[in-house]
């Protein structure tokens, strides 16, 4: 017999598949349909307990109204009005106490409770009536408006106060105010579930349990799940883990509605039972399913273990086994490709072992260069600590610096009127160029220090700085034209680093404009996409697009006065960058540059950093800390 055949009975025997989906989809139609009736048959429990018990509290108020309002509370002493209250305490069997509030009597009238027939009636109860909010009612009702408050827990069931105006309104209106207690509801909810599992509950409109039929506790809450079902105001069909749920909306004056449940266990078991029937009758044939395929695989795992066992040779590097399968089937067809595959192994062996030796000589020859490449990196690293190494010896020329400065000033002072002052005079000189060059060493090599950040205008730091700078641009017949921002331009930021950036952003371009006709130098702000931007235009010599994308290098200058021996642009840079902005640079040779200072505008939140805990990146031409415009 043909391997597709065996498959063929296999499959035939695997139809106990479809059977089971068959199984699983009668199972769920039975219980949605069990579903439907159950939620029909409480959803007509439940309309019939809030039908039912919503006449009897509507009806009770009713009573204790018309009963309040038969008497002249007004003109009617105690005695005349103990025997009122006891009228409308009489009118319903729901009221299990009452009082009269009437902040017009020189006396309080004592409260009526604890006939036969009525619920009992507690201090708390009394409590909670002469606690109403009677206030807030005589100024907005007249004579005869009935009003409810929330229920609270009575003696033996929840109760709810009712309050009756029954005098005219004004800040002494009376009221006869009434507890209605839900303890008879409680008995008729448990007579009606006694026919049928089922379990009957009253709630108010916060979810808390008025009363059921199975003893909960007043004014329990239904529980978060039940109170999320119940929010959907769906009317029945609705399930939780546990229960079958139902409920209908009363139509009453205090907001009561009923819950009807069902435990799962009752409402599933004749499913459950029947599912367990179809799970007995597919697991005998599972059962049967697994010996047959057992006994099949049995045969073939035979046969497929001479091919396992060629394959575990392959596996160790052997090559050479074959495989041998009698019969006329697949298996056998199989053994045939799987020799022609050994074959063809041994071929491709013998080829990948020529491939692998031309490939290490090329992985050699790779290597080579690789170290060489790692010899240049080695290289450029020890240029880098030349770098730093030029910090570490201004630091060095500064001690014996300044005793050259200093002498040379005490000498200056000894031969003021000699012919040596000028010779002096140009020590001087060079030793303050000497200092100014290892100060800026300094400050570009070290941190800046500790700043303190907080809210400034970025128009007043330009305009003190304008000011400061004035003499300088003076000198040099520089045309300042400003074009600052209405109002401030409140940024948060250390004002004593925002003017040396834009000093060296002046002094630059006082410098660019040297021996130029009519230098002018324009100073604008403006606010772009939450971010002040302060543009610095000159009409200088301009800067070459081979020296643009170069210009906040440190040490690289193209002035042709010395200056600052190429720092001012790489520590402005820097300042910039602590405050979180950026600068960006746009010149064409022979027609002035524009540098534009952008920084974030203030939000409201501020706090102490320093260029201790700011990174500073590295500079990265056209990059977001500077960007190059040419």
């Given at each position: 017999m043909?391997?597709?055949?065996?498959?063929i009975?296999?499959?035939?025997?695997?139809?106990?598949?479809?059977?089971?989906?068959?199984?699983?989809?009668?199972l769920?139609?039975?219980?949605?349909e069990?579903?439907?009736?159950?939620?029909a048959e409480?959803?007509a429990?439940?309309?019939?307990?809030?039908?039912?018990a919503?006449?009897e509290?509507?009806?009770?108020?009713?009573?204790v109204?018309r009963a309040?309002?038969?008497?002249?509370?007004s003109?009617?002493?105690?005695?005349?009005?103990?025997?009122?209250?006891?009228l409308?305490?009489?009118?319903?069997?729901?009221?299990?106490g009452?009082?009269?509030?009437?902040?017009a009597r020189?006396?309080?009238?004592?409260?009526v409770?604890g006939?036969?027939?009525?619920?009992?009636?507690s201090?708390?109860?009394?409590?909670a009536?002469?606690?109403?909010?009677?206030?807030?009612?005589?100024?907005?009702g007249?004579?005869?408006?009935?009003a409810?408050?929330?229920a609270?827990?009575?003696?033996?069931?929840?109760?709810?106060?009712?309050?009756?105006?029954?005098?005219?309104s004004?800040?002494?209106?009376p009221?006869?105010?009434?507890?209605?207690?839900?303890?008879p509801l409680?008995e008729?909810?448990?007579?009606?579930a006694a026919?049928?599992?089922?379990?009957?509950?009253?709630?108010?409109?916060e979810?808390?349990?008025l009363?059921?039929?199975d003893?909960?506790a007043?004014?329990?809450e239904?529980?978060?799940?039940?109170?999320?079902?119940?929010?959907t105001?769906?009317l029945?069909?609705?399930?939780?883990?546990?229960?079958?749920l139902?409920?209908?909306?009363?139509?009453?004056?205090v907001?009561?509605?009923?819950?009807?449940?069902?435990?799962q266990?009752?409402?599933?078991?004749p499913?459950?039972?029947l599912r367990?029937?179809?799970?007995?009758?597919?697991?005998?044939?599972?059962i049967?399913?697994?010996?047959a395929?057992?006994?099949?695989?049995?045969?073939?795992?035979?046969?497929?273990?001479?091919?396992?066992?060629a394959?575990?040779?392959y596996g160790r590097g052997?090559l050479?086994k074959?495989v041998?399968?009698s019969?006329?089937?697949?298996?056998a067809?199989?053994?045939q490709?799987f020799?022609?595959m050994?074959?063809?192994?041994?071929?491709?062996?013998?080829?990948?072992?020529?491939?692998n030796?031309?490939?290490?000589?090329r992985?050699d020859?790779?290597?080579?260069?690789?170290?060489?490449?790692?010899?240049?990196?080695?290289?450029?690293?020890?240029l880098a600590?030349?770098?730093q190494?030029?910090a570490?010896?201004?630091h060095?020329?500064?001690n014996?610096?300044?005793?050259i400065?200093g002498?040379a000033q005490?000498?200056?002072?000894?031969?003021?009127?000699?012919?040596?002052?000028?010779?002096?005079?140009?020590?001087?000189?060079?030793?303050?160029?000497?200092?100014d060059?290892?100060?800026n060493?300094?400050?570009f090599?070290?941190s800046?220090?500790?700043?303190?950040?907080?809210?400034?205008d970025?128009?007043?730091?330009?305009?003190?700085v304008?000011?400061?700078?004035?003499p300088r641009h003076?000198e040099?017949?520089?045309?300042?034209?400003?074009?600052?921002?209405?109002?401030?331009?409140?940024?948060v930021?250390?004002?004593?680093?925002?003017?040396?950036?834009?000093?060296?952003?002046?002094?630059?371009a006082?410098?660019?404009?040297?021996k130029?006709?009519?230098?002018?130098?324009?100073?604008?702000?403006?606010?772009?996409?939450?971010?002040?931007?302060?543009?610095?235009?000159?009409?200088?010599?301009g800067?070459?697009?081979?020296?643009?994308?170069?210009?906040?290098?440190?040490?690289?200058t193209?002035?042709?006065?010395?200056?600052?021996?190429?720092?001012g642009?790489?520590?402005?840079?820097?300042?910039?960058?602590e405050?979180?902005?950026?600068i960006?640079?746009?010149s064409?040779?022979?027609?002035?540059a524009?540098f534009k200072?952008?920084?974030?505008?203030h939000?409201?939140?501020?706090?102490?950093?320093?260029?201790a805990?700011i990174?500073?990146?590295?500079?990265?031409?056209?990059g977001?800390?500077?960007?190059?415009v040419?």
């Amino acid at each position: 017999m043909r391997l597709a055949q065996k498959l063929i009975l296999f499959v035939l025997a695997a139809s106990v598949v479809p059977l089971s989906f068959v199984g699983a989809g009668l199972l769920r139609r039975l219980e949605q349909e069990l579903s439907e009736r159950l939620a029909a048959e409480q959803r007509a429990v439940a309309d019939a307990a809030i039908e039912s018990a919503s006449a009897e509290l509507n009806t009770a108020i009713g009573s204790v109204e018309r009963a309040a309002l038969l008497v002249d509370w007004s003109n009617a002493n105690a005695e005349e009005a103990t025997g009122a209250l006891k009228l409308v305490y009489a009118s319903s069997p729901l009221v299990s106490g009452v009082l009269l509030y009437d902040p017009a009597r020189t006396a309080p009238v004592p409260p009526v409770s604890g006939a036969e027939g009525h619920p009992p009636f507690s201090a708390h109860g009394e409590a909670a009536l002469r606690g109403f909010p009677f206030s807030v009612l005589s100024t907005r009702g007249a004579k005869g408006q009935v009003a409810a408050a929330a229920a609270y827990a009575g003696t033996s069931a929840a109760a709810l106060p009712v309050a009756i105006q029954v005098g005219p309104s004004g800040p002494n209106a009376p009221f006869v105010t009434a507890e209605l207690s839900f303890a008879p509801l409680v008995e008729r909810l448990k007579a009606r579930a006694a026919q049928g599992p089922f379990i009957l509950i009253l709630y108010d409109a916060e979810g808390r349990v008025l009363a059921s039929s199975d003893g909960r506790a007043p004014l329990s809450e239904l529980g978060a799940e039940v109170k999320t079902l119940v929010a959907t105001d769906a009317l029945f069909g609705k399930s939780t883990k546990k229960d079958h749920l139902a409920w209908a909306k009363g139509n009453n004056a205090v907001g009561v509605n009923a819950l009807v449940t069902v435990s799962q266990d009752v409402v599933m078991a004749p499913v459950r039972a029947l599912r367990r029937n179809v799970l007995t009758i597919l697991g005998l044939m599972l059962i049967a399913l697994v010996i047959a395929a057992t006994l099949f695989v049995r045969g073939i795992g035979q046969r497929l273990s001479a091919v396992s066992e060629a394959a575990d040779a392959y596996g160790r590097g052997d090559l050479s086994k074959r495989v041998t399968i009698s019969g006329a089937d697949e298996l056998a067809d199989f053994a045939q490709v799987f020799n022609r595959m050994g074959v063809e192994l041994e071929a491709a062996r013998a080829r990948l072992t020529t491939w692998n030796d031309e490939l290490k000589k090329r992985v050699d020859e790779a290597l080579a260069d690789l170290k060489a490449a790692q010899a240049q990196l080695l290289e450029a690293q020890k240029l880098a600590a030349i770098g730093q190494l030029g910090a570490g010896v201004a630091h060095e020329i500064n001690n014996p610096l300044c005793g050259i400065l200093g002498n040379a000033q005490l000498l200056m002072m000894m031969h003021e009127n000699d012919g040596d002052f000028k010779i002096l005079q140009k020590i001087e000189e060079s030793a303050k160029r000497c200092r100014d060059i290892t100060q800026n060493l300094l400050r570009f090599s070290q941190s800046t220090g500790r700043f303190e950040s907080r809210p400034c205008d970025l128009n007043a730091v330009v305009r003190g700085v304008l000011r400061f700078e004035q003499p300088r641009h003076d000198e040099a017949n520089v045309k300042v034209e400003v074009a600052l921002s209405e109002g401030p331009l409140t940024i948060v930021g250390d004002p004593d680093q925002l003017s040396q950036l834009f000093s060296a952003l002046f002094s630059n371009a006082r410098t660019a404009m040297l021996k130029r006709e009519n230098p002018t130098l324009t100073v604008r702000s403006h606010v772009i996409n939450g971010s002040a931007i302060v543009d610095i235009e000159d009409n200088g010599k301009g800067i070459s697009p081979v020296h643009l994308p170069r210009i906040f290098e440190p040490f690289f200058t193209t002035k042709d006065v010395w200056s600052n021996i190429g720092l001012g642009l790489s520590v402005a840079y820097r300042i910039v960058t602590e405050h979180q902005g950026r600068i960006e640079a746009a010149s064409e040779e022979g027609k002035g540059a524009c540098f534009k200072v952008t920084l974030p505008l203030h939000t409201g939140l501020v706090k102490a950093s320093s260029a201790a805990s700011i990174p500073v990146q590295p500079l990265v031409v056209g990059g977001q800390g500077v960007g190059i415009v040419k």
